[in-house]
């Protein structure tokens, strides 16, 4: 299982660090083929450079709860690592109180998968 402790999520994309596939083009290319095999992943660039995979997903036809578990069914990631750096919903009007309350509720929801 490939372990990770980075990720930014907004509707219909998600970037999220895999150290596994830092400095190998391989492994990239491979999470990235995996993941497009997926209904509803529109894109997968996974940077051997940075570490980073950046997915754009279809938010009409699959939630961030469920590409995260499609990494988790994948072997990409580990229980109880993922966290949280940034997480931002759709809404035009969101306050700081909203977005607190959605990065909990996310994060919560992430340790229930992966945990």
Known sequence: ????????????????RIPE????GVRAREI????????????????PVTGNVLINY???????????QKLRDSGYLRKGELTASSVQTNASARSNWGE????FALESLFIALTG
């Open 1 to 16: 299982m490939i372990s990770t402790n980075y990720f930014h999520a907004i509707d219909g994309r998600i970037r999220i």
């Open 58 to 68: 279809d938010p009409d036809r699959m939630s961030q709860c469920e590409v995260f």
């Open 21 to 24: 596939t830092k400095g190998s």
């Open 32 to 47: 990235a083929a995996k993941l497009m095999e997926y209904e509803g992943i529109l894109y997968v660039s996974a940077n």
């Open 100 to 103: 607190t309350v959605a990065r």
